[in-house]
């Protein structure tokens, strides 16, 4: 499902045409991101959280050559599904 198809099921599933479904669907979207932008957990209960971890910086190596090279550190945003989540995809 991507999110033309989620804003359809939404649409069909609320009564509301397929613009303010299409609406409601990136409303939602940017205000997760701008909340983990900021470093602010997003809680939904029962769904899950949206979270954001910091990777520290580390020394890999290149694939082709082999060498070592720095990796910056980094934001990385996570996903943890909550109980009511893992019960629904496991039952």
């Given at each position: 499902m991507n999110?033309?198809?989620l804003a359809a099921a939404v649409a069909e599933k609320t009564d509301m045409?397929?613009?303010a479904a299409?609406?409601?669907v990136d409303?939602?979207?940017e205000l997760i991101t701008s909340n983990m932008k900021n470093g602010n957990e997003v809680r939904?209960?029962?769904f899950g959280n949206f979270v954001v971890t910091h990777r520290a910086a580390s020394m890999g190596r290149?694939?082709?050559t082999g060498e070592p090279?720095?990796?910056k550190a980094s934001n990385v945003a996570k996903f943890k599904p909550g109980k009511g989540l893992k019960e629904a995809v496991n039952s």
């Open positions: 999110k033309g198809d045409s397929k613009a299409a609406e409601a409303a939602v979207f939904i209960l029962g290149n694939p082709q090279m720095p990796i």
